[in-house]
């Protein structure tokens, strides 16, 4: 699976992570789904948004961001990320990407 892909490049162990799907999702509570320190979110366009206007509404600096996307391809991207700057419309949003989503402090 290319989410172990992502988890290998930042050394994370898999059984620290939970991984859930959200593809069209266009309401997200992250309080509701953020229950470990990492969480993997297997994302298309629409929830990258959603994402991103959870988080700023409860507290930006209480998560880290990573994307990857085009995992286990020779066009891989696995970069550290904000959802507040426009940097996020830099990357492929026609597949599937992944989010691993870091929480440093309660939401």
Do not use: W
């Not at 799907?21 to 990258?48: F, K």
């Not at 991207?77 to 599937?96: I, K, N």
Request: aromatic share 6%; hydrophobic share 40%; proline share 3%.
């Amino acid at each position: 699976m290319h989410q172990n892909t992502l988890l290998q490049r930042l050394a994370i162990p898999a059984s620290q992570v939970e991984i859930l799907t959200l593809y069209a999702q266009t309401e997200i509570d992250l309080r509701e789904i953020l229950h470990r320190r990492y969480t993997l979110l297997l994302c298309d366009s629409s929830t990258i948004n959603a994402i991103r206007k959870h988080i700023y509404e409860i507290n930006p600096q209480s998560i880290g961001v990573v994307i990857g996307c085009r995992l286990g391809t020779d066009a891989e991207v696995v970069e550290q990320m904000t959802l507040f700057d426009g940097s996020h419309r830099a990357y492929d949003q026609s597949e599937p990407f992944s989010l691993l989503i870091e929480k440093f402090s309660e939401l």
